[in-house]
């Protein structure tokens, strides 16, 4: 199925229902559908053909829906682009993308101006929820009325080309832009519509960010798949999500596992403000089990739901509710519509209990990395994909995730890659060498530290080098912690030894991460999760 056919075919079931709703905004199927072809249409008149490169940066609005339908429709490639990121993110993720026009939400126009001005391929800028047009660029309003018809498009695509781009972090701590096609998301949005059974009476929450694949693919898609409504949440907050449950009588919402940590240790928390709502789905991080302990005591009739995936290949395993207690801890058994198996280094199925690598092949994998063959080739190999994801299968055919090949660790749901932070680090002229970890916290499931050796007759303070950081990275990348030591670890080839830090951290500090310089961090994120 092409993604635009999933808009045309609701519009076609449930003309007059509610698709979206953003604050005090709401379109039905037959308006999202509309506004799609005019999206499209406008796309065409500006010159964009079928294969060319959108940008968005965008938190969730309802112009997100919109953009996200207009674009399949027109054959272009929607590149999501993380809010969050500096200018200097931007400006490498936006060439990296060849992204040829963007749409840009008002607040987010000042850090992508360098890449804008440098960039002669992006050849024009369109801002949402700015209120008039500039000589530099046309507000979303002024590009829709361009379009010259209401009319679907005629493109011709198939399956197989490629729909979107997300970018994720890499080994080498930059991140790559996974190419998806209209297929791979497809699977994806069966996958979770089914083992979330679905519905078209669902309320759908949309509370994680949608230029993430976990918001946009494996929730949004999914409902506008079946006909529910969806509610769009800007910005987290658990306060303003139980206004919305007890507004529009939300039932089903996906969350990353600090977010439920929010929620079930919120104070003035009343399970009956929350009564209609009964299927949650998790992913992005382990979910600690006595969270999902707890919101079983807390919500009696909530169907919980544990899904595996990543933007390379998808949602690829599904733990459904009927399966708790007995399999907490499990991410699931492989769903109905994907191959998977876990691998030797040689490419041998291990056998019940035996640790190897998850992979998984067929249409729901990526195309590759975009504008990269090398590391598309390292992620192809035997005819798998291979997600650098180690994990173990029991005899019922239930996966456990043991721990990741890469030194990727998950902070609230969002992936951080060392090499990224220790390449910021390396910035600063009193840095020799340097390791970043991850370790255990609380809040977050993982928070990053770094451990540092200064160079002689150098001085830097912790403080410092973490200022030093909160220029260069993203918030959530900045160490909670800087730990500066005379020398690190290391093998005869010079390499790090990053178990026996671990190991040391976990000696000195007893498991969970200190609030000491992340408290700040902490109360950013909360401010500023969304935006």
């Given at each position: 199925?092409l993604?635009g056919?999933?808009?045309?075919?609701?519009?076609?079931?449930?003309?007059?229902k509610?698709?979206?709703?953003?604050q005090?905004q709401?379109l039905t199927?037959?308006?999202?559908?509309?506004?799609s072809?005019r999206?499209a249409?406008?796309?065409?008149?500006?010159?964009?053909?079928?294969?060319?490169h959108?940008?968005?940066?965008?938190?969730?609005?309802?112009?997100?829906?919109v953009?996200?339908?207009?674009?399949?429709?027109?054959?272009?490639v929607l590149?999501?682009?993380?809010?969050?990121y500096?200018a200097?993110?931007?400006?490498?993720?936006?060439?990296?993308g060849?992204v040829?026009c963007?749409?840009?939400?008002?607040?987010f126009?000042e850090?992508?101006r360098?890449?804008?001005?440098?960039?002669?391929s992006?050849t024009s800028?369109?801002i949402?929820g700015?209120?008039e047009d500039t000589?530099e660029?046309a507000t979303?309003?002024?590009?829709?009325?361009?379009?010259p018809?209401?009319?679907?498009p005629?493109?011709?695509m198939?399956?197989s080309?490629?729909?979107?781009?997300?970018?994720?972090?890499?080994?080498?701590?930059?991140?790559?832009g996974v190419?998806?096609?209209?297929?791979?998301r497809?699977?994806?949005a069966h996958?979770?519509?089914v083992?979330?059974?679905?519905?078209?009476?669902?309320v759908?929450?949309i509370v994680t960010p949608m230029?993430h694949?976990?918001?946009?693919?494996?929730?949004?898609?999914?409902?506008?798949?079946?006909?529910?409504?969806?509610?769009?949440?800007t910005?987290?907050?658990v306060?303003?999500?139980?206004?919305n449950?007890?507004?529009h009588?939300?039932?089903?919402?996906?969350?990353?596992?600090?977010?439920a940590l929010?929620?079930v240790?919120?104070?003035?928390?009343?399970?009956?403000?929350?009564?209609?709502?009964r299927k949650?789905s998790?992913a992005?991080?382990?979910?600690?089990?006595?969270?999902?302990?707890?919101?079983?005591?807390?919500?009696?009739?909530?169907r919980?739901?544990?899904?595996?995936?990543?933007?390379e290949?998808?949602?690829?395993?599904?733990?459904?509710?009927?399966?708790?207690?007995?399999?907490?801890g499990?991410v699931?058994?492989?769903?109905?519509?994907?191959?998977i198996?876990?691998?030797d280094?040689?490419?041998?199925?291990?056998?019940?209990?035996?640790i190897?690598?998850?992979?998984s092949r067929g249409?729901n994998?990526?195309?590759?990395?975009?504008?990269d063959?090398?590391?598309?080739?390292?992620?192809?190999?035997?005819?798998?994909?291979?997600?650098g994801d180690?994990?173990?299968v029991?005899?019922?055919?239930?996966?456990f995730?043991?721990?990741?090949?890469?030194d990727?660790?998950i902070?609230?749901?969002e992936?951080?890659?060392p090499?990224?932070?220790?390449?910021a680090?390396?910035?600063h002229d009193?840095?020799s060498?340097?390791?970043?970890?991850?370790v255990?916290?609380a809040?977050?499931?993982?928070?990053?530290?770094?451990?540092?050796?200064?160079?002689?007759?150098?001085?830097a303070?912790?403080?410092?080098?973490?200022?030093h950081?909160?220029r260069?990275?993203t918030?959530?990348k900045v160490?909670?912690?800087?730990l500066?030591?005379?020398?690190?670890p290391?093998?005869a080839?010079g390499?790090?030894?990053k178990?026996?830090l671990?190991a040391?951290?976990l000696?000195?500090?007893?498991?969970m991460?200190?609030l000491?310089?992340g408290?700040?961090?902490?109360q950013?994120?909360?401010?500023s999760w969304g935006?």
């Amino acid at each position: 199925m092409l993604t635009g056919d999933i808009i045309r075919r609701s519009a076609n079931r449930f003309p007059d229902k509610t698709a979206v709703i953003w604050q005090d905004q709401k379109l039905t199927y037959r308006e999202l559908d509309e506004a799609s072809n005019r999206f499209a249409q406008a796309l065409i008149a500006q010159g964009l053909t079928k294969g060319d490169h959108i940008g968005m940066v965008c938190r969730n609005r309802i112009e997100y829906a919109v953009v996200f339908f207009g674009s399949a429709k027109a054959g272009t490639v929607l590149v999501n682009l993380s809010v969050q990121y500096t200018a200097e993110m931007f400006d490498y993720s936006l060439e990296k993308g060849d992204v040829k026009c963007l749409f840009v939400e008002q607040p987010f126009v000042e850090a992508t101006r360098p890449a804008y001005e440098r960039l002669e391929s992006l050849t024009s800028r369109i801002i949402i929820g700015a209120e008039e047009d500039t000589p530099e660029a046309a507000t979303f309003e002024s590009f829709m009325a361009s379009a010259p018809s209401n009319e679907a498009p005629d493109v011709e695509m198939v399956p197989s080309d490629p729909f979107s781009m997300t970018f994720t972090g890499g080994t080498t701590g930059m991140p790559k832009g996974v190419l998806a096609s209209h297929r791979s998301r497809d699977i994806t949005a069966h996958t979770v519509m089914v083992e979330e059974r679905l519905e078209d009476t669902d309320v759908v929450a949309i509370v994680t960010p949608m230029f993430h694949v976990a918001a946009l693919n494996i929730m949004f898609q999914p409902a506008m798949l079946c006909g529910a409504t969806t509610v769009l949440q800007t910005k987290w907050s658990v306060q303003e999500y139980i206004a919305n449950v007890r507004q529009h009588q939300i039932t089903a919402c996906f969350m990353v596992p600090t977010q439920a940590l929010m929620l079930v240790n919120y104070e003035q928390l009343d399970p009956g403000d929350l009564r209609t709502w009964r299927k949650i789905s998790f992913a992005g991080a382990p979910m600690p089990n006595w969270v999902q302990e707890e919101l079983l005591a807390k919500f009696p009739e909530l169907r919980i739901t544990q899904i595996y995936g990543q933007s390379e290949v998808g949602v690829v395993a599904a733990l459904p509710h009927r399966f708790l207690p007995e399999k907490l801890g499990a991410v699931g058994r492989q769903a109905y519509n994907v191959d998977i198996a876990v691998l030797d280094p040689d490419g041998n199925p291990v056998k019940p209990g035996e640790i190897g690598e998850l992979c998984s092949r067929g249409e729901n994998v990526m195309l590759r990395y975009h504008n990269d063959p090398e590391e598309t080739a390292r992620f192809f190999r035997g005819g798998w994909g291979w997600t650098g994801d180690l994990a173990k299968v029991d005899e019922e055919g239930f996966m456990f995730l043991v721990d990741r090949s890469k030194d990727m660790l998950i902070s609230g749901g969002e992936n951080i890659y060392p090499k990224e932070i220790e390449n910021a680090l390396f910035r600063h002229d009193s840095v020799s060498d340097c390791a970043v970890i991850g370790v255990p916290d609380a809040k977050w499931g993982e928070a990053p530290v770094a451990y540092v050796m200064l160079r002689p007759e150098r001085e830097a303070t912790s403080e410092e080098l973490i200022a030093h950081c909160e220029r260069i990275l993203t918030p959530y990348k900045v160490p909670h912690l800087v730990l500066l030591v005379p020398e690190l670890p290391k093998t005869a080839m010079g390499k790090v030894q990053k178990h026996l830090l671990r190991a040391k951290y976990l000696e000195d500090f007893g498991g969970m991460a200190p609030l000491l310089v992340g408290q700040a961090d902490a109360q950013a994120r909360e401010a500023s999760w969304g935006e």
